[in-house]
């Protein structure tokens, strides 16, 4: 079973003068980022080399400088079941499209002699996607920041320290002064809470969730969303129950995994850029049309690593599969404007208990979902 911490954040300094001191390199949503590091989080590597886990997009940068935490934690997946799961990091990534969203993803693997030996000493078992979302979020995790702060937090809890992080790793040493990074964050700049993706392979059965949204099922793939319980967010977790192995993730399901956290990413920024422009923190034209155009072309055009013939067939699968999809852009970025707009009880209540926090986290959730079911049925 493989999962995925994901941390959606948005950037929207190139609204504010000189772009408040934002490094022009790494050039990120460049087809060359024209730097072999980011700063103080680590190297940047192309999908062009072979690489663990998840295979995601052309280029990213490792995260291992700034996010520490322990080379293995132990869950307990599987209800009425004391025995505990090694989990093991394979990658901590930063993905950023350069011009409005990006996100922070953290990958782990559950150990497969673990989950065999499970089968072989207490038969069919059931695994709960709920279960090990809510124990992740629980755990701890470091941010060491480049003004030498070192924050320990649960995951959950991360979203400030990390969207710290950022502004510290792109920002011109000499304009930190200038562009504090409280001022410049709180108005520009904001990380989400974070969700978790779940693909769990036919070693690993899952138990039917009480709390479920069925966003796509047909005979090869199924994905649907249900809460880990640990966060004020509706549905916070999404899963693919796969039929196929561990190991074997199908074109289809990468594509549903790529095209939901992407698109949940972008809808979440957007949804930051409404609500910033309607306290009138920031103003400027809107970005989402174009984002959600680069974000098809970036997965259309999603380059196979080195010397792997199964990958280049996934690939091109993934590519023929967006071009006989009819997806509009420009309505798919109606349709999430709408969703994630603050409305006017929102904007006249939302200060009290969290109102707009959870509101905000059930349209978000709505629009990647409204989003990824169009997709996987053929398109707008």
């Not at 295979?55 to 505990?84: H, W």
């Not at 093991?88 to 989950?115: C, K, Q, T, V, W």
């Not at 023929?320 to 006017?344: H, N, Y």
Request: glycine letters at 8%.
């Amino acid at each position: 079973m493989y999962f995925s911490v994901v941390f959606p954040f948005a950037d929207f300094r190139s609204l504010h003068r000189d772009r408040a001191g934002r490094l022009e390199r790494p050039a990120w949503g460049k087809a060359d980022p024209m730097a072999k590091f980011a700063r103080g989080f680590g190297g940047i590597h192309t999908r062009t080399k072979p690489g663990a886990g998840f295979a995601g997009e052309n280029y990213y940068a490792d995260c291992d400088n700034a996010i520490k935490y322990p080379y293995q934690y132990f869950l307990k997946p599987v209800p009425g079941l004391q025995r505990s799961i090694l989990a093991y990091p394979i990658y901590r990534r930063f993905y950023f499209d350069g011009h409005m969203a990006g996100r922070f993803e953290l990958g782990f693997r559950l150990n497969e002699d673990s989950i065999h030996d499970i089968a072989c000493f207490e038969g069919m078992v059931e695994y709960s996607a709920s279960e090990l979302a809510a124990q992740v979020l629980q755990n701890d995790l470091r941010i060491e920041l480049l003004d030498n702060r070192q924050l320990t937090q649960s995951f959950s809890g991360a979203a400030q320290a990390l969207r710290d992080g950022w502004l510290l790793s792109s920002t011109r040493t000499k304009d930190l002064s200038t562009f504090d990074i409280e001022n410049i964050g709180s108005r520009y700049v904001g990380v989400g809470a974070p969700f978790i993706f779940i693909r769990s392979g036919r070693e690993t059965n899952l138990k039917p969730e009480k709390q479920k949204r069925e966003l796509f099922r047909n005979d090869d793939l199924e994905l649907f969303l249900t809460r880990s319980g640990s966060q004020a967010q509706s549905f916070d977790v999404a899963v693919i129950p796969s039929v196929a192995s561990l190991s074997a993730e199908t074109p289809r399901e990468r594509l549903a995994r790529l095209f939901y956290i992407q698109i949940r990413v972008l809808s979440y920024a957007h949804s930051f850029y409404l609500r910033q422009v309607a306290s009138g923190k920031i103003s400027g034209p809107k970005s989402l049309e174009p984002a959600i155009q680069a974000l098809l072309e970036r997965l259309s055009s999603l380059e196979p690593a080195e010397g792997d013939r199964a990958d280049e067939l996934a690939c091109h699968e993934m590519s023929e599969i967006l071009r006989r999809t009819d997806l509009s852009p420009a309505q798919l970025a109606t349709e999430i404007e709408e969703l994630v707009k603050p409305g006017i009880m929102r904007r006249w209540f939302g200060g009290f208990w969290g109102y707009a926090d959870r509101k905000v986290d059930i349209a978000i959730e709505a629009a990647a979902g409204t989003a990824t079911t169009h997709l996987l049925s053929g398109g707008l």
